[in-house]
């Protein structure tokens, strides 16, 4: 392909993002005069370099960049660890290069002159990094396109926010940080109006830049808020979910406040991330509704029992850290039961609507899942009860807290063994990619072992 034939590169997702070769028409004009091309890592952060327009232009579009691929063997801390088969001292940390997806390019509405385009990761022989998370959620699509199924998801992802700002709560080993609301202010209206000003100019951006804003409501924990954003395709919605984060952070840091997405920020609510996902055909037919019948199809019923056939063997996918755990609660909306249910918020899986609006809510992921990994585990699972026609279990009517079955693992130890452990994980996504995650995970345990906490000195300084 000529490099110059920017009109046969991929047509943007919406009007409100841009093509390359409107791209390249700002840039020449000095409308923008910075790209940037970012990647997810394994802790949901885009990563990746700012690069003047001029060169972008120049040399990148053309040419691809590249960058080192210890990027995706770091800890939280962005520090170097030993024992991962992708990279390491030994191998010379070597590069991995950007394939430039040409479809996601948007401009960034709150700064100066600034698009971001989102990137694949291959190896410098062309190869995709099978790790990748971009890369894994891919793989997991096109195993649903081979059935002729496309899988839709939506994320509705909860926030604490505060009036500190992200400096000062550092400096306070974020200890008493001031909530921007100081009650429960779940489905207030006053409590929304009283953070509008960051909330409505977190909603106008998302929507400049090519999402499509539905809502914003408050939540139970204070300073909690959600903005909901319409579902779309799977690769699609991690990229909006993943660009989200990065500005609304980014947007809370410029008026000198702060936003977290921890899943258990302090003793109250935790922060969700409910997944809703469902298939429909590739021209778009319902595939988990029977219209004539007005039920539940079998591939839908094989898929919810394929979810939660691998649930706590991929838990670790859905809760990747050691704060994750602390939300899984009794009594807390988080759930601890796996099972599912009608319209039932006590359950891991929850099943809402009818006809096209049929779609299964995951509730177990946090805040700070990655949605890459979380979907490309929910998609696995649920195409794994397809393959094996996997039955469902019966619906839990009442209070799933209150039911004996099987639990939601409580610890990231115990979710890492289940993963490790995995036959089944290890035939949906590989040897390398079990090996890469559990890793991780050792890496995460190990950091926090040695640790020593605020709890551990308040609770023994001067009683042991």
Known sequence: MNPLDLDQLPAPRNGRMLSAAQLAADITSGEIDSVILAFTDMQGRLQGKVIHGRFFLDSVLAHGTEACNYLLAVDTDMNTVDGYSLTSWETGYGDMEFILDHSTIRRVPYMDRTAIMQVDLATTDGRPVPVSPRSLLKAQQDKAAARGLT??????????????????????????????????????????????????????????????????KGECNLGQHEIAFKYDDVITTADNHTFYKLSAKHMASQRGQSITFMAKPNAREGSSCHIHMSLRGLDGELAFWDAEHGRRTRL??????????????????????????????????????????????????????EGPSARMENRVPGADANPYLAMAAMLAGGLHGVEQELELSEAIAGNAYDVDADQVPSTMAEARDLFAGSETVRELFGEEVVAHYTHYADVELEQFHAAVTDWEVTRGFERH
């Open 151 to 216: 899988a839709l998801a939506g994320t509705e992802l909860e926030f604490v926010m505060y009036e500190d700002s992200y400096e000062e709560a550092s400096q306070r080993h974020y200890l008493d940080l001031t909530p921007a609301n100081r009650y429960n202010v779940d489905y207030s209206i006053l409590g929304s109006l009283r953070v509008e000003p960051l909330l409505r100019d977190i909603r106008n951006a998302m929507y400049q830049a090519g999402m499509t804003v539905e809502s914003a």
């Open 300 to 353: 839908y019923d094989h898929f919810i029992a394929g979810v939660l056939a691998t649930m706590r063997e991929m838990t670790l996918f859905y809760a990747p850290n050691i704060n994750s755990y602390k939300r899984f609660a009794k009594g807390s909306f988080a759930p601890t039961t796996i099972g599912w249910g009608l319209d039932n918020r006590t359950c891991a899986v929850r099943l809402v609507g």
